[in-house]
């Protein structure tokens, strides 16, 4: 009497494991978002609702309010999704000019694909003027800190955010 069954005592052990790999991720992301906006590059902001808050995050910018970068990392707990996370640069409530867009595409051509630019989110209330996906692998995952920080500096994700923050009309 008094014994856990084997299934039962397996399936606590993996559910505490999965607990602490999403603590972790969470805390990398927040981390990585934390040191943007110590760097003045925007301001860090958790998601509003309970829908997104185990799923994404934000570095809102100083001078927009509906301007953003995204960090969705949901599918890294996904074993159909390859442990990917999305960095997006978005826009929520707004149209955007197609001058604007079309000035982004020319600058930025080498170093997004063209199905990377524009795609809408699931609400279709927010415009992702960029997206792109990035598999990781378990060294990337133990620093996930310096994955998102380097590769949206490497990736020019941040020069593009601050030169929509300053320069458009958004």
Same mark, same amino acid.
């Given at each position: 009497? @008094?014994?856990?069954?084997?299934?039962? &005592? =397996?399936?606590?052990?993996?559910?505490?494991?999965?607990? %602490?790999?999403?603590?972790?991720?969470? %805390?990398?992301?927040?981390?990585?978002?934390?040191?943007?906006?110590?760097? &003045?590059? @925007?301001? =860090?902001?958790?998601?509003?609702?309970?829908?997104?808050?185990? %799923? $994404?995050?934000?570095?809102?910018?100083?001078?927009?309010?509906? +301007?953003?970068? /995204?960090?969705? =990392?949901?599918?890294? !707990?996904?074993?159909?999704?390859?442990?990917?996370?999305? +960095?997006?640069?978005?826009?929520?409530?707004?149209?955007?000019?197609? &001058? /604007?867009?079309?000035?982004? &595409?020319?600058? =930025?051509?080498?170093?997004?694909?063209?199905?990377? !630019? $524009?795609?809408?989110?699931?609400? @279709?209330?927010? +415009?992702?003027?960029?997206?792109?996906?990035?598999?990781?692998?378990?060294?990337? +995952?133990?620093? $996930?800190?310096?994955?998102?920080?380097?590769?949206?500096?490497?990736?020019? !994700?941040?020069?593009? !955010?601050?030169?929509?923050?300053?320069?458009?009309?958004?």
């Amino acid at each position: 009497m @008094g014994h856990e069954p084997i299934d039962q &005592k =397996y399936n606590r052990q993996k559910n505490r494991k999965i607990y %602490r790999v999403k603590k972790h991720v969470e %805390r990398q992301v927040e981390s990585a978002l934390k040191s943007l906006e110590e760097a &003045k590059k @925007g301001k =860090y902001v958790k998601p509003l609702n309970n829908i997104n808050k185990d %799923r $994404l995050m934000f570095l809102q910018s100083n001078n927009k309010d509906n +301007l953003m970068i /995204t960090v969705l =990392y949901e599918e890294l !707990f996904d074993i159909e999704k390859e442990n990917c996370i999305h +960095l997006i640069i978005e826009v929520q409530n707004k149209e955007i000019e197609e &001058k /604007t867009i079309e000035e982004l &595409k020319k600058n =930025y051509k080498n170093t997004f694909k063209e199905n990377e !630019f $524009l795609s809408w989110g699931s609400n @279709g209330d927010i +415009l992702h003027l960029v997206s792109k996906q990035y598999k990781i692998n378990h060294k990337d +995952l133990t620093n $996930l800190h310096g994955f998102i920080a380097d590769t949206l500096e490497k990736d020019s !994700f941040i020069k593009m !955010f601050e030169e929509l923050s300053e320069n458009t009309q958004l």
